[in-house]
């Protein structure tokens, strides 16, 4: 899909508010019926549904159903985050993380700390590279090329461009343990989460093994998990201890395994644990220990930049929205409510602030939108159809049109949140998907094109559907983008 450029920054879309409706003007009548058509062969029984669907080539809205209340969004919240960070910081916005020499360099040893600054940076990740550990690789390289062998100080991490709040309010604390809820800090490593394998061991009533991805010790775990007979069932258990390990409980067969995602709870040390494995491997020797900055701290006289790696924000941008990476968003979040030169950290009060400073400045409504992350895990993310149509009319006539149209996914695309819609589709719809199971929330936001070229920004937002219900969802958000798409729906024989 290919979308008109026009030389409007932040046009304020039109937010027409009244009771749930099929707006009959200005439209052909196929494209209302059809849309009217799919919500009428799709009811979700005790849910609540909010549709709008808005045509782009004069902003007219072509069908609105319980459009101007307001709903969770899950993950569509990633939406409203990633237009404001590109109104804000600008498509070319680079992350930057910072390696200072906070001392004199003599026949190889530095007097004096290694700092590293960091700057938000979500992409030391082996999601990115294959190999987790190639940036603190790299950076271990530039120490060495700056003629570093041996480091006097201290290794220390300066995460101070973000607050430590490491969770946002509503962030349930049972959920804190898994990759979804991983912290944020502004020094981060391979999304603060370790990949926990448990095998069972060799013989029945062996202990089970434990290893990791990265295999540098990053966490403390406590081993109550056995091996049970080869044709006996596994189960293993996860938790985290008053004293911060992590606790495997449960049976496992022989020859049998699980792996989990499990997060951190020291992001900045994590990065300094991997960073100082690898100047170990280079021979790179540090006599002090790694530890966090203290808030007065400053460079001594003669302090270096001895090297600056770099990321592209668009690329974090495309992993928030096309994989829905919660760290990814939060991370863009923060940043973006950071401000050095007035003394602001990066956290999430100031990084909504900077998504309603957006919103006010596309004219959306302070009662439209209301958030307290990035990401949509907190249920109090919440926004009208209305308005997450009108911020996507805002994008596709703004000049960030091709950055942000560049990061949705489109339907069967692998290795995305809509790697499993119909392919049919494939080219026609670019959006963004949200999906919160426990509480009933299901999302589908982003443009159309039909057959005949128009496009369409549309919202549908789903609450409260039952358990096992999902699929329901679902497919009332393909029978809506099928009838915007102008193609033929795939309907499933009664049985």
């Known amino acids: 899909?290919?979308?008109?450029?026009?030389?409007?920054?932040?046009?304020?879309?039109?937010?027409?508010?009244?009771?749930?409706?099929?707006?009959?003007q200005d439209r052909p009548l196929a494209v209302t019926a059809?849309?009217?058509?799919?919500?009428?062969?799709h009811p979700l029984r005790g849910a609540k549904v909010g549709i709008v669907a808005r045509r782009l080539s004069d902003g007219k809205e072509v069908f609105s159903f319980h459009g101007n209340e307001m709903f969770g969004m899950a993950s569509n919240t990633k939406l409203f985050t990633a237009a404001a960070a590109l109104w804000k910081l600008g498509a070319d916005y680079e992350f930057r993380t910072t390696l200072i020499a906070n001392g004199q360099i003599q026949d190889g040893v530095l007097q004096g700390d290694l700092v590293v600054?960091?700057?938000?940076?979500?992409?030391?990740?082996?999601?990115?590279?294959?190999?987790?550990?190639?940036?603190?690789?790299?950076?271990?390289?530039?120490?060495?090329?700056?003629?570093?062998?041996?480091?006097?100080?201290d290794l220390v991490m300066d995460d101070r461009l973000f607050d430590r709040i490491y969770r946002a309010p509503g962030w349930p604390k049972a959920e804190w343990l898994w990759w979804y809820a991983?912290?944020?800090?502004?020094?981060?490593?391979?999304?603060?989460?370790?990949?926990?394998?448990?095998?069972?061991?060799?013989?029945?009533?062996?202990?089970?093994?434990?290893?990791?991805?990265?295999?540098?010790?990053?966490?403390?775990?406590?081993?109550?998990?056995?091996?049970?007979?080869?044709?006996?069932?596994?189960?293993?258990?996860?938790?985290?201890?008053?004293?911060?390990?992590?606790?495997?409980?449960?049976?496992l067969p022989v020859g049998a395994s699980r792996s989990e995602t499990i997060a951190v709870e020291a992001p900045a040390l994590f990065l300094a644990a991997a960073l100082q494995a690898e100047m170990a491997k280079a021979g790179i020797r540090l006599d002090g220990r790694p530890r966090l900055v203290t808030d007065n701290e400053k460079p001594q006289?003669?302090?270096?930049?001895?090297?600056?790696?770099?990321?592209?924000?668009?690329?974090s941008i495309s992993a928030?929205?096309?994989?829905?990476?919660?760290?990814?968003?939060?991370?863009?979040?923060?940043?973006?409510?950071?401000?050095?030169?007035?003394?602001?950290?990066?956290?999430?009060?100031?990084?909504?602030?900077?998504?309603?400073?957006?919103?006010?400045?596309?004219?959306?409504?302070?009662?439209?939108?209301?958030?307290?992350?990035?990401?949509?895990l907190s249920p109090e993310d919440r926004a009208t159809p209305q308005a997450v149509s009108a911020m996507l009319e805002v994008m596709y006539r703004s000049k960030m049109q091709d950055a942000f149209f560049g990061t949705l996914a489109t339907y069967a695309e692998p290795e995305?949140?809509?790697?499993?819609?119909?392919?049919?589709?494939?080219?026609?719809?670019?959006?963004?998907?949200?999906?919160?199971?426990?509480?009933?929330?299901?999302?589908?936001?982003?443009?159309?094109?039909?057959?005949?070229?128009?496009?369409?920004?549309?919202?549908?937002?789903?609450?409260?559907f039952h358990p096992g219900a999902?699929?329901?969802?679902?497919?009332?958000?393909?029978?809506?983008?099928?009838?915007?798409?102008?193609?033929?729906?795939?309907?499933?024989?009664?049985?």
């Open 470 to 495: 999902l699929a329901s969802a679902w497919a009332l958000e393909d029978s809506i983008c099928y009838a915007l798409a102008g193609v033929e729906e795939k309907r499933k024989s009664k049985e």
């Open 182 to 251: 991983a912290p944020i800090s502004a020094l981060s490593f391979n999304d603060n989460c370790v990949e926990v394998k448990v095998a069972g061991g060799p013989a029945p009533d062996a202990p089970a093994t434990i290893s990791t991805i990265p295999s540098f010790p990053a966490m403390r775990f406590v081993n109550h998990c056995s091996t049970a007979a080869k044709d006996r069932p596994g189960e293993v258990t996860f938790e985290r201890d008053e004293d911060g390990a992590i606790v495997v409980s449960g049976r």
């Open 320 to 376: 928030a929205n096309r994989r829905s990476l919660n760290f990814c968003a939060e991370q863009i979040l923060k940043t973006m409510g950071a401000d050095p030169a007035r003394f602001v950290k990066g956290s999430f009060e100031s990084g909504t602030a900077a998504v309603r400073e957006f919103a006010r400045k596309a004219d959306f409504p302070d009662e439209a939108v209301t958030l307290v992350d990035g990401c949509g």
């Open 1 to 24: 899909m290919r979308l008109p450029v026009s030389p409007r920054w932040l046009l304020c879309a039109c937010l027409a508010f009244g009771s749930a409706r099929v707006l009959a």
């Open 34 to 41: 059809a849309l009217q058509a799919a919500v009428d062969r």
């Open 301 to 315: 006289p003669g302090a270096k930049e001895i090297f600056v790696w770099k990321s592209r924000l668009v690329d």
């Open 117 to 153: 600054v960091g700057g938000g940076d979500p992409s030391f990740s082996r999601r990115v590279y294959k190999d987790p550990m190639t940036v603190p690789r790299e950076f271990a390289q530039a120490i060495q090329a700056a003629g570093i062998r041996q480091i006097s100080g």
């Open 416 to 464: 995305t949140t809509l790697q499993r819609r119909d392919p049919a589709l494939r080219g026609r719809i670019h959006a963004k998907t949200g999906t919160i199971k426990t509480t009933g929330v299901s999302a589908l936001s982003g443009y159309a094109e039909a057959a005949d070229g128009e496009i369409y920004a549309f919202s549908i937002l789903v609450n409260g």
